[in-house]
């Protein structure tokens, strides 16, 4: 049975299960209140279990009562000897990782400040019963321990986790990031990093060119480099640590090309694994083996899914040195597994939770007896299990969102639908309770070069689909995940076909019934809210009005603010390729310019900036925000002085999200 498939069936059984439940629900006098906005946007109170390399014990972050993130570990022999092991009072824990079953690292972020400090997240080790801490790579803010302030000799805040080494040790290597002048990369060295006593061993690997990225093989040797120079990528490899480079793939940095790959992960016995397009209709990605001898890919894919470009990660046993499975995305995630005892553990949990996506992680050597369930659907927020496959006993971890009441939240939908000039795009859909046609918000991904969303629950979404809206999220042309031909389609099509495929998505949704015309209103954040400024320049008719934050508001902007995060070479050699030339498409960027054509946008607008935003700085906002003041008095302009590209703070979020409510409540809600 196909991905989709199973998921239908599961969303029949999930629909089938609520019936019955709200069935309680109807004879009530009222319908209950709608949950309120912290449920939807506070931290997750359990995330990222990751089990030791033995799979005696398991690593996961969990929310204090001030929502910052700390980290515990849990012996699963004896799961009452739970301890955290690490956390902090101006700081969460981001990305953990384990050395050895006795030392794990982790990295640190401010998820209640600007980015999110996204930009040094430092480096630092505990051993797993909570003794040892030790600082590695310093962050450029500091933070506190309980109140104490953690001095100690680290390394530079340009240094950054590679890989753990599998070798018994508790070393960890480590890249340094170096910057010109112009603050634009200009290349990386590897260093070997004891987390024990924070003593450092540079790593010679033979390669004088400016490398990106790095992959290292199980012991801690560079054997896949990738070097970029302008617009042009060389991927370099070598079948062992004392041979020379190979040059097997080239093309252009932000474009790809025929014949390029890009290189994911090293398996444990040393086989490279890289993501290239297939040569199908779509130019969909897949995953394929590097073949040593022919210095070529392989002929057939590891895994590739119809009409999604391969996006995920492989499930190794280190032990066995064997592939195990495979973790993508196609409409939702889900794995391929190779290895005959996974397919069993997964048909047998899939049976206990059927109305669930169920996602397996095991220890790296796939020796215990334990396997951590990530389960969830598009009404239920993920929530954690443990498995113990010896004695077939299922038990709960933990849930990253116990307020949500998953009988309460609304129907997600995966759909493909045809543009005006033929070509097909997807579209998610999340369907409100009750029966359409409903007032819409068709909300606008940014990027825009990612790929939007896939099948599960999104706390954007939810919350606007439990306020009574339908909301349709299209994955325009210029969306990646779907194929080079959706892609490619989107170059220099700002303002152009790609706010044609947001409007034909909007005028799809009416056709269907599910929006009624007479109250949609368009929403996004970054090119997201470009896109909204430009449907109300562009399509009054279609829309009533819009919420637009962190907002690109002119193109030209992109090229002429410096005091932006966005690199000097992405300005030459990506945006002019992807979005235009300003000497060539100088004309075009003024007909596309929300800036410039600001007096033809009539209708009611909510607008928002954060002060420190360094992606699209502040001034796209404030320039906009006069502009369109002199012809449109229906614009509320909001200002968080403390915030970057985004939300981070959760004040900043509740106090946002409760300004959409009530203002796509004046402008279209639900009578």
Not at 270 to 277: D, E, M, W
Not at 499 to 506: E, H, L, M, S
Not at 591 to 614: C, I, N, Y
Request: overall charge neutral; some cysteine; charged content about 25%.
């Amino acid at each position: 049975m196909s991905l989709s498939m199973r998921r239908a069936v599961r969303c029949l059984r999930a629909m089938a299960a609520m019936v019955f439940v709200s069935g309680h629900a109807a004879a009530a006098d009222a319908p209950p209140a709608p949950p309120p906005v912290k449920d939807f946007f506070s931290a997750d109170q359990m995330s990222q279990p990751v089990l030791s390399p033995s799979g005696k014990y398991l690593a996961v972050r969990l929310a204090t009562s001030n929502g910052r993130r700390q980290l515990a570990v849990i012996d699963l022999v004896a799961p009452a000897l739970t301890k955290a092991i690490a956390g902090y009072v101006n700081a969460d824990i981001a990305a953990v990782h384990w050395v050895n079953d006795e030392r794990l690292v982790y990295t640190i972020t401010d998820l209640q400040a600007e980015y999110g400090d996204g930009f040094a997240p430092g480096l630092y080790a505990v051993d797993r019963n909570g003794n040892n801490p030790r600082p590695l790579v310093r962050r450029f803010r500091d933070v506190s321990e309980t109140g104490t302030r953690i001095v100690s000799r680290e390394l530079s805040p340009y240094h950054h986790l590679l890989d753990t080494v599998r070798d018994g040790s508790a070393d960890v290597i480590v890249e340094r990031y170096d910057y010109d002048s112009r603050n634009d990369f200009s290349g990386s060295v590897l260093f070997r990093l004891d987390t024990l006593t924070g003593s450092v061993r540079s790593i010679e690997t033979g390669m004088k060119q400016r490398v990106r990225d790095w992959l290292v093989d199980d012991s801690g040797q560079a054997r896949v480099a990738e070097v970029r120079i302008d617009d042009r990528s060389t991927v370099f490899w070598r079948p062992a640590a004392d041979a020379p480079w190979v040059a097997v793939s080239q093309g252009q940095t932000y474009t790809g090309g025929a014949g390029t790959f890009s290189p994911m992960t090293l398996g444990p016995d040393g086989q490279l694994y890289a993501r290239a397009t297939r040569g199908d209709a779509e130019g969909t990605a897949a995953l394929f083996r590097f073949d040593a001898k022919t210095q070529h890919l392989e002929a057939q894919p590891v895994v590739g899914v119809q009409g999604f470009d391969f996006r995920g990660r492989l499930i190794f046993d280190h032990r066995q040195r064997k592939l195990l499975g495979v973790r993508y995305t196609a409409d939702a995630r889900d794995t391929a597994w190779f290895d005959a005892d996974m397919k069993a553990v997964q048909a047998a949990i899939d049976k206990r939770l059927p109305s669930t996506i169920n996602l397996l992680d095991v220890a790296e050597c796939n020796c215990s007896p334990w396997v951590v369930v990530t389960a969830y659907s598009d009404r239920q927020p993920p929530i954690y299990l443990i498995y113990n496959r010896e004695k077939s006993e299922l038990a709960m971890l933990g849930n990253s969102r116990s307020a949500i009441d998953p009988t309460r939240m609304a129907q997600r939908e995966f759909v493909r639908i045809p543009m005006r000039d033929g070509l097909s795009t997807p579209m998610h859909v999340t369907r409100p309770s009750g029966k359409g046609p409903w007032p819409t918000v068709v909300l606008v991904h940014g990027g825009p070069q990612v790929r939007g969303g896939s099948w599960g629950w999104y706390a954007e979404s939810q919350f606007l689909a439990s306020r009574g809206y339908l909301v349709v999220e299209p994955e325009f042309r210029g969306s990646t995940g779907y194929g080079q031909k959706l892609f490619r389609a989107g170059w220099k099509q700002w303002g152009l076909a790609m706010q044609d495929d947001v409007a034909d998505a909007t005028r799809w949704a009416i056709q269907q019934k599910f929006a009624d015309p007479q109250r949609i209103c368009i929403a996004g954040a970054s090119y997201g809210g470009y896109a909204t400024l430009m449907g109300l320049i562009r399509d009054p008719d279609l829309y009533r009005c819009g919420v637009a934050w962190a907002a690109v508001t002119d193109i030209q902007l992109m090229f002429d603010l410096h005091w932006s995060d966005l690199s000097e070479e992405w300005k030459q050699f990506g945006l002019p390729v992807l979005v235009g030339d300003p000497e060539k498409n100088a004309d075009q960027f003024v007909a596309t310019s929300p800036l410039k054509q600001a007096h033809r946008l009539k209708l009611p607008l909510l607008l928002a900036h954060g002060g420190s935003d360094r992606r699209v700085p502040i001034a796209h906002g404030s320039r906009f925000r006069d502009a369109v003041a002199k012809t449109n008095s229906s614009v509320d302009w909001v200002v968080y002085n403390d915030e970057g590209h985004g939300w981070f703070k959760p004040e900043n979020r509740y106090d946002w999200w409760t300004r959409v409510e009530k203002f796509l409540g004046q402008q279209i809600g639900p009578k």
